[in-house]
């Protein structure tokens, strides 16, 4: 008999390995390791949000999709009064997220490593309130992520960011007048993008920082004043071989709250997770929530936790 309930929520849109037919190998799979599971296909955006804020209490939440069908599930358990905990096995064009968890390409193994895995407390950040799983971006490049078009992207895969991340490369680059206030320090400039993560796998990246931990109540924050293409292009040169940390005209900090004002309304929204934040305020500020219950399977529970 069943003793333990989960719901298995999935973006169709994903790829062909959320069709009917692989579907029911999972739940096939979740019912032989003791789950009695719910089959949930979201519909629309935001749909992921909306099932995981109503859910009855389960014992485990895991969604199938990209990062940001996850961070639609973050966000709805957020809205809980009693929080779920919840898994993720990504199925997307980056996937970020998934591999720094340890994941594969092999979907049902995916699934059954997860089942054998542990729970973690994990950080998440939040932008005035609303969190993000793993990065949030303003400027140069980030827009590249939700603008890019799905049929491109389910045609080329990673190719179609690079031909966006081209195309954005080529035109002038804006700088922002920014203040921002963090670690007791208060700063102004003008900047072209700033990127704040909990990840050490951004934009397919591996080892983007070094040493990152996901539970040690901090978040990276980087930001960029270049302008210039030839300083753009010397910067991913010097990324090669040199600490992203270390390279001469980025402001790199660990911080566990950010505060980021705008002179004027920026014209381009934020990207979280990889999908478009509309609402445009002039102030921002980044914290962080400890001991949000993640499961994820064993394989890197040491190189990404501090706790073991």
């Known amino acids: 008999m069943n003793t333990k309930t989960c719901a298995l929520i999935y973006n169709p849109n994903s790829g062909h390995i959320l069709k009917p037919r692989y579907i029911k190998e999972y739940k096939k799979i979740l019912i032989k390791s003791g789950y009695d599971p719910?089959?949930?296909?979201?519909?629309?955006?935001?749909?992921?949000?909306?099932?995981?804020?109503?859910?009855?209490?389960?014992?485990?939440?895991?969604?199938?999709?990209?990062?940001?069908?996850?961070?639609?599930?973050?966000?709805?358990?957020?809205?809980?009064?009693?929080?779920?905990?919840?898994?993720?096995?990504?199925?997307?064009?980056?996937?970020?997220?998934?591999?720094?968890?340890?994941?594969?390409?092999?979907?049902?193994?995916?699934?059954?490593?997860?089942?054998?895995?542990?729970?973690?407390?994990?950080?998440?950040?939040?932008?005035?309130?609303?969190?993000f799983v793993y990065v949030a971006g303003f400027g140069k490049f980030l827009n590249v992520a939700y603008e890019t078009p799905r049929a491109l992207k389910k045609k080329y895969g990673k190719i179609a960011y690079a031909i966006e991340g081209f195309k954005d490369f080529l035109r002038p680059t804006k700088l922002y007048n920014i203040t921002y206030r963090i670690n007791g320090i208060e700063k102004k400039g003008?900047?072209?993008?700033?990127?704040?993560?909990?990840?050490?796998?951004?934009?397919?990246?591996?080892?983007?920082?070094?040493?990152?931990?996901?539970?040690d109540d901090q978040f990276e924050v980087l930001f960029c004043n270049f302008k210039r293409r030839i300083d753009i292009l010397r910067t991913f040169s010097v990324l090669l071989t040199t600490d992203i940390t270390k390279v001469s005209g980025l402001e790199f900090y660990r911080a566990n709250k950010l505060e980021v004002i705008f002179d004027n309304y920026p014209k381009k929204a934020w990207c979280i997770d990889g999908e478009k934040l509309d609402r445009a305020v002039l102030k921002y500020e980044i914290t962080n929530e400890r001991n949000v219950q993640i499961m994820l399977p064993k394989k890197n529970i040491d190189k990404i936790f501090a706790n073991k």
Do not use: W
């Open 38 to 131: 719910r089959i949930l296909g979201t519909q629309y955006a935001g749909h992921a949000k909306e099932i995981v804020s109503h859910l009855d209490k389960v014992d485990l939440v895991i969604s199938m999709g990209g990062d940001g069908t996850f961070n639609e599930v973050m966000s709805g358990n957020f809205e809980r009064k009693d929080r779920l905990i919840l898994a993720h096995i990504p199925v997307g064009t980056t996937n970020d997220i998934g591999v720094m968890f340890g994941y594969g390409k092999d979907m049902k193994q995916n699934l059954k490593d997860l089942l054998d895995g542990v729970v973690k407390g994990m950080d998440v950040c939040l932008i005035n309130g609303r969190p």
């Open 190 to 215: 003008y900047y072209s993008f700033m990127l704040i993560s909990n990840a050490n796998r951004i934009a397919g990246i591996n080892n983007f920082y070094k040493d990152i931990k996901l539970d």
